[in-house]
């Protein structure tokens, strides 16, 4: 009996010393790890970001000021599309819904290949990893910040020859304290110039 108490006391040592004692905390639902520490998240609980593209058919210019209503949640299949070789522009809004005040939060956009080109925003940009950031410095509770970036849309000699219109889904991320929050809209670019004319006609 003494001998029954004795590998029962040395299993809940070896069970307390084992590597799960030291683990990590869980993952939060809804959130996956990423490499080198922290998590991404679709809705972080304090933080939240939500990306949207400018209407098609809005002319701009650069350095233009815009409406919050200019801008959409996704471009779908069936509406019209960018077209060739026209400045339009995204819009990030970040959002602390949380108690507290945010300092120093992270904001990135990475831009699709082949279908729109980096011209201008209040940050720098990677050309090598096609990627915008940006820093909050400060962010009270409750309150939202508007990013806006200028892109311009693709060349002809980068969309299909038949004038087929081709969408993407365009990324923005914000992190704070470790944790992510990330949103994503579709844009298309459309096989027509801003004049209407069918691409192939201008290749």
Do not use: W
Not at 159 to 170: E, F, Q
């Amino acid at each position: 009996m003494h001998m029954k108490k004795q590998l029962i006391a040395l299993l809940s040592l070896f069970l307390a010393l084992s590597p799960q004692a030291f683990a990590a905390e869980p993952t939060p639902v809804g959130c996956q790890p990423i490499y080198n520490g922290g998590t991404t998240c679709a809705n972080n609980s304090d933080l939240t970001i939500n990306k949207k593209v400018l209407k098609p058919g809005i002319s701009i210019t650069p350095g233009s000021s815009f409406n919050d209503s200019d801008f959409i949640e996704n471009i779908g299949l069936n509406d019209p599309g960018y077209p060739v070789n026209t400045l339009t522009a995204f819009r990030i809004y970040v959002t602390n819904k949380g108690r507290f005040t945010l300092k120093n939060i992270s904001v990135k956009d990475i831009l699709p290949p082949r279908y729109v080109t980096f011209i201008s925003g209040s940050g720098t940009y990677d050309d090598s990893t096609r990627t915008f950031s940006t820093t909050i410095k400060e962010l009270k509770s409750k309150a939202t910040q508007a990013i806006t970036i200028q892109v311009m849309s693709a060349r002809p000699d980068q969309l299909p020859t038949d004038g087929t219109a081709l969408c993407t889904i365009n990324l923005a991320l914000a992190s704070v304290n470790n944790k992510t929050s990330q949103d994503s809209s579709q844009l298309c670019v459309s096989g027509q110039t801003v004049d209407g004319r069918d691409r192939k006609s201008v290749v």
